[in-house]
């Protein structure tokens, strides 16, 4: 944590890249390596090794000439940045389809995110509970907020409600919302939004694909 | 069909807004609404109305003066140009926690992605089912591929084997992979890949909510 508070804003295109070189010393720490190197990194991420080194040298990460990065230093390092060693605490708005999956992924838990409630308006699931989490009235959001000390709501709900609910979140003091509806919503200024539609991607690979079948070969990837 | 001929490349990012436009459309249809306007669409999506027109000219929609778009025309090129109309087949590798989530979400099928097998290596899951979809052991990937026509790919196997699996995924004729490992995978130039890490956008939103938390407010969303 003592390398945090010497950390200022990094740019998003580097917080977009730093889980990638998360993921490649995992994954080489798995196969029993120490140390990486840039190159390595680069080879393996396909992100230029000047960049590379850039990057970690927004979170204090330096490699020393010849051995390059010790693995266990980065892995520490970055898994603390980017949240994942901190658990969060979440409520879910709308257990249907895609909510109802997403209390069934416990990868979320070892990302820092933990869903500890699920907020619903359907008779059929209310009062139930998935994967051991319990489901609320949305009616009930008020009082479970005062017991838990929830900032981050994961928005799952049909498009219909999606502002309502969004906006009862806010309200009652969410303070960053994980959409996966493909509807923007509007929420004040200081509500941290992350959308990821699925719908959104899948229609880009449609596209992607489409094109590549159409015509010539695929350069958007 | 016949829209989609005269269609030119369209730009990437019009491309991810194209979902929020439908969105909106889907919902104001649901409130008996026959058009929409520029503006309305601005108001909903936070775009600003010059570049929602010159978006949807790029898939050879244009606004009536005073009336706006017919939402119903809208729905309809939307639905068909972003590739929700037409089925597309897939094949899911990883059955695991996150692959077996999704297995659950049956509203894929609904944006035209119809999972139709998965492939695992655990002896707890292969040979049984999930949602009504077959799992088969990995070895059993050729003859699958032989037998249905499938394109797609869902990458969601743990990080140790994500590029072992893309590798036989390409061998045996996937051209498009919708990577969810948070793992780069390398690739020939021709296939698809369209990544979509939840656990990158989960740090991004970590990082946003402790920037606004830490000091001032958050002015990256």
Redesign the interface.
């Known amino acids: 944590m003592d390398t945090m508070l010497k950390i200022d804003?990094?740019p998003?295109p580097t917080?977009?890249r730093?889980?990638?070189y998360?993921?490649?010393c995992?994954?080489l720490k798995?196969q029993g390596e120490v140390y990486v190197s840039s190159t390595r990194l680069s080879k393996?991420?396909?992100i230029v090794a000047s960049q590379i080194a850039k990057d970690l040298s927004c979170v204090n990460i330096v490699g020393r000439t010849r051995v390059g990065y010790e693995i266990d230093n980065l892995l520490e390092v970055l898994e603390s940045f980017?949240?994942?060693t901190?658990i969060?605490k979440a409520f879910l708005f709308g257990a249907g389809?895609?909510g109802?999956?997403?209390l069934?992924?416990?990868?979320?838990k070892q990302?820092?995110?933990e869903v500890v409630a699920a907020f619903d308006n359907s008779p059929r699931i209310v009062g139930h509970s998935v994967s051991g989490i319990p489901v609320y009235h949305m009616n009930e959001l008020e009082s479970k907020m005062r017991r838990h000390k929830v900032?981050?709501g994961i928005l799952t709900v049909p498009?219909?409600c999606a502002q309502e609910v969004a906006d009862k979140m806010v309200v009652w003091g969410i303070?960053?919302i994980?959409n996966f509806?493909?509807?923007?919503i509007?929420v004040p200024?200081?509500?941290?939004?992350?959308n990821?539609?699925?719908?959104?991607?899948?229609?880009?690979?449609?596209?992607?694909?489409?094109?590549?079948?159409g015509e010539t070969?695929?350069d958007?990837?």
Request: proline share 3%; hydrophobic share 45%; aromatic share 8%.
């Open positions: 804003r990094v998003e917080l977009r730093l889980p990638w998360l993921s490649v995992r994954l798995t393996e991420t396909s980017l949240g994942f901190t969060h389809r895609l109802g999956a997403l069934k992924d416990t990868g979320l990302f820092g995110l900032k981050i498009i219909e303070k960053a994980w509806t493909p509807l923007r509007r200024d200081d509500i941290v939004v992350q990821t539609s699925l719908y959104a991607h899948l229609s880009l690979m449609f596209n992607r694909l489409d094109g590549l079948e070969q695929n958007m990837k």
